[in-house]
């Protein structure tokens, strides 16, 4: 009996003093810790590169044209897939493209709460490959579709003035670091 | 009797608790409550304070962590081959490992050093030594790829190298194995007086680095351990330590520790260069090989030196001395003022400190205690600036914080000792964990220590890790040194032994690293700038293939005409020019590795099929999400077919319209 007695002080003091060496030691607040060091969270497409050549988003962004399409990747917050190693082959729809949807269409899909929407739309725009123009017409030749992030497939057409992708003509072609821009003048709204 | 031995037990109990709640013991607290998590945490995105260039020691390579979280960054292969990067194995870079004794694929790395501008590190270079079979490299730090390897002749065993001088003049190189010279076949019993050690002085090109042995100093047939170079007032000195001046060929670990002092040897390179440069010395016949690698061309060239210059020390009187220095002495390191010289006495009972002014005056004044086959040996009292007492067991290697303090290693007390220069008095120790080798504070043998981490390195590792069968990973072990009292970071595991290290502040090289090589700079001999270029072609039984690589695809990526007993050259051009992008390539059966390319780069491999049939190649490094895709077919037909050679992407030639 005494020595069960003298095990239980024994234990009791050893609690005692962990106890006590547990309240004097700060425990940072978990929650507390995370707030103040959460780093800002930055993707690739915020890696400053000027030796390697320029990557999709770059070339878009340093030509007027492409304004409401930037604004848009923007807005659809896709900026870091546009830079993304790819390859990538994006149809570019120039600014006056999206003058010729509906009138509001653009402001609307610009709204925070049609993110997703904007993101599909855009999407429709980018061929997970490499297709300089060589290739496309070799895919209009042997009736390839092009399969594009969207989930759609679109058709690529050797016209006489020109390829017609989706039913609209590239204007012209731009070499990128992750793959190829083609300039459209028109937006390729993915069918419901 | 019962009581009190129970009251001692309760006292004991109480201590043990207490004592774990007490400040003195970090290990038991844990990191959290003693923020050295935190002071070693580098959060995601964020970036390590200082490179650390740390050897691998027989691994042959060199390793670059960050500093202070001990993250491995890469492995460059230096001295032995490397299948992962391709080194070694590309025809490119099979000439990097060319000797006199023929290919060799495998080195012992030791002591990295960093090329220093004025006495501080400018980090255009960082140089390594290669033990066993001698050799100097020269890593760029812009692509941190090894860009030189030079063989020393007349030497075994490099060991005292490969540090360079304050404005990087030099490289040097010192053989720890003494040998005969020149080398032939006689008795290993007529060691003593007939063999020789070579202390090489590689002079160094400021434009770009290039190396070329100005002489070779032909010293008395002791070990050369260690050496550094002088600075400040000391600049145009360099300081050897030397044991086995016994002279000893067997069991060294007995006949080598006879001598109660063995030395360290001054050498005024400035005065033999001078006398170098006035035609002084004997140039005799050598076969050592010259390897460099040409970044434009992406392929190393291997050339055989025939020729080395000789300098006797008593061809350049007053230009070497010997200063006594106790028991075996290891490490041999001067402080950023460059007016002390820190010899570690392997088995001494205390650090010796020599002082560069007195050894001026001893020179001056003739302090001589007789000489080694006629170079002087000073008198040990008329250079001894003061001396650590009882400092630890073991000494090996000593760096600066450039506060006034030195720091020194312990082998086999297995501890880190602070002590203050000048007064030579023990501010602090730290144990280690454990037989800790050499240390390295980044900047720690210069002008401008940057003095705020400690690496040591250590030779045992036993229980700090996750047990991995009889083999456990190598350790180092981090330090803060900006307290009064050294504080222990963080346990990190290392590639190889690290033997040795060299740290700079990341801020010197970050902004130097190369993203890419211009295409359009590439000037191999077999580069295909575009895939309308690619091309196959047949040249007797070898069969060339000009390749080129871009996401997602080779072009051309089906080959025909192909026979058993080819022999095929895949020379391969990666024509991304996007940062971190590289491509792989793999043929099934080829007896050597893969290729590894990087953008704008071009490499190249041999295949010699031995089977019919058709065969794949792959891209290794998944570059992209096509990475999968990223593949071809070449197809080997019986020796003598009449199949044609063929080669085609997507069904065409490469260059259809």
């Known amino acids: ?22 309240s004097g030691e700060k425990k940072p607040d978990a929650a507390e810790a995370q707030t103040e060091t959460a780093p800002e969270v930055k993707g690739q497409s915020a890696f400053k590169d000027d030796v390697s050549s320029a990557n999709a988003l770059q070339v878009a962004k340093s030509l007027d044209d492409f304004k409401t399409l930037v604004a848009a990747i923007e807005a659809a917050g896709v900026e870091d897939a546009v830079v993304n ?21 653009v402001d609307d899909l610009l709204k925070p709460e049609n993110k997703s929407k904007l993101a599909f739309i855009l999407t429709n725009h980018v061929a997970p490959a490499n297709y300089p123009i060589k290739q496309l017409k070799k895919e209009a030749e042997k009736g390839r579709k092009l399969y594009m992030a969207s989930g759609k497939y679109l058709l690529v057409e050797d016209k006489e003035d020109g390829i017609y992708v989706g039913g609209t003509k590239i204007l012209k072609t731009v070499q990128v670091s992750n793959g190829w821009i083609h300039v459209i003048d028109n937006v390729l709204v993915p069918a419901e | 009797m019962k009581t009190i031995f129970k009251s001692l037990l309760v006292i004991t109990v109480l201590t043990m608790v207490l004592g774990s709640c007490g400040k003195g013991d970090s290990k038991k607290k844990g990191a959290l409550s003693s923020n050295a998590a935190e002071r070693v945490y580098v959060a995601p995105g964020e970036y390590d304070e200082f490179y650390a260039f740390v050897s691998g020691g027989f691994s042959g390579q060199l390793a670059v962590y960050g500093l202070p979280s001990g993250r491995l960054f890469r492995v460059i292969p230096v001295f032995s081959v490397d299948p ?38 400018d980090g255009r270079w960082v140089f390594i030594n290669e033990n066993n079979t001698p050799r100097i490299a020269k890593i760029d730090l812009t692509t941190y790829e090894t860009t030189e390897i030079i063989e020393i002749p007349n030497s075994a ?16 190189a010192g053989t720890r194995f003494s040998v005969p010279y020149p080398q032939k076949d006689m008795p290993i019993k007529e060691y003593k007086g007939n063999f020789k050690g070579a202390l090489t002085f590689i002079a160094v090109d400021p434009k770009d680095g290039g190396m070329s042995i100005k002489f070779q100093l032909m010293m008395p047939g002791f070990n050369y351990d260690l050496s550094h170079p002088g600075r400040g007032a000391s600049h145009g000195w360099f300081f050897f330590t030397t044991y086995n001046t016994e002279e000893a060929h067997s069991l060294l670990e007995v006949n080598a520790s006879q001598n109660d002092k063995d030395f360290i040897a001054a050498i005024n390179w400035k005065k033999i260069e001078e006398y170098v440069n006035n035609g002084g010395g004997t140039k005799a016949p050598a076969n050592y090989a010259h390897n460099v690698y040409d970044e434009h061309t992406h392929t190393a060239t291997s050339t055989m030196k025939k020729e080395v210059l000789i300098i006797n020390p008593s061809d350049v009187p007053g230009a070497v001395y010997f200063m006594p220095t106790p028991k075996s002495p290891h490490g041999c390191d001067v402080d950023p003022s460059g007016e002390y010289i820190v010899g570690s006495g392997k088995l001494a009972a205390e650090l010796t400190v020599h002082s560069f002014s007195k050894m001026l005056k001893a020179i ?32 090996l290697h000593t760096e600066f914080d450039g506060k006034g303090n030195a720091y020194t290693t312990f082998f086999i007390s297995s501890e880190v000792v602070k002590w203050k220069l000048g007064t030579w008095e023990v501010l602090d120790r730290k144990p280690v964990f454990y037989s800790v080798g050499h240390l390295m504070i980044p900047g720690g043998n210069s002008r401008k220590p940057y003095g705020k981490y400690l690496v040591a390195m250590n030779k045992i590792t036993k229980d700090r890790y996750l047990p991995t069968g009889p083999e456990v990973t190598q350790s180092a072990q981090l330090f803060d040194i900006t307290g009064d009292k050294m504080e222990m970071l963080l346990d990190f595991p290392t590639i190889g032994e690290p033997h040795y290290a060299a740290g700079i502040p990341a801020s010197i090289l970050m902004p130097k690293s190369k993203k890419i090589y211009k295409l359009e700079e590439n000037k191999h001999k077999y580069v295909t700038k575009s895939e309308g270029a690619a091309k196959v072609v047949r040249n007797g039984n070898e069969v060339h293939v000009y390749m080129t690589m871009i996401r997602s695809h080779f072009a051309p990526d089906n080959i025909e005409g192909i026979q058993v007993g080819d022999k095929v050259y895949f020379h391969i051009t990666n024509l991304e020019q996007d940062y971190d992008v590289p491509h792989g390539f793999a043929v099934i059966g080829a007896n050597t590795s893969e290729l590894l390319i990087m953008p704008g780069q071009t490499k190249t491999n ?12 792959y891209c290794t490094d998944f570059c992209s999400a096509l990475h999968q895709e990223m593949q071809g077919y070449i197809r080997v037909s019986p020796k003598g077919s009449n199949v044609p050679i063929s080669f085609t992407l997507d069904g065409d030639a490469v260059d259809a319209e």
Not at chain 2, 159 to 164: D, P
Not at chain 2, 364 to 385: M, N, R, S, V, W
């Open chain 1, 1 to 22: 009996m005494k020595k069960i007695n003298l095990t239980i002080s024994f234990l009791a003091l050893f609690a005692l003093f962990m106890v006590s060496c547990n």
């Open chain 1, 85 to 105: 190693v790819g390859p990538l082959t994006v149809f570019a729809p120039v600014n006056g493209a999206f003058d010729k949807l509906p009138a509001g269409t």
């Open chain 2, 84 to 121: 992962e990067k391709s080194y070694g194995f590309s025809e490119e870079t099979k000439p990097m490992l060319n000797t006199s004794h023929g290919f060799i694929p495998w080195g012992d790395s030791h002591h990295p050093d960093i090329s220093q501008t004025n006495g501080e590190l």
């Open chain 2, 157 to 172: 065993g490099n060991h005292s190298s490969s540090f360079v001088t304050e404005n990087t003049e030099y490289v040097v």
């Open chain 2, 364 to 395: 001056d004044e003739k302090k001589f205690d007789g000489d080694a086959y006629g170079i002087p040996i000073l008198q040990y009292e008329a250079t001894l600036a003061g001396a650590v007492k009882q400092p630890g067991l073991g000494p």
């Open chain 2, 606 to 617: 041999i295949w010699e099929p031995k089977q019919v049939g058709v065969w794949p190649f």
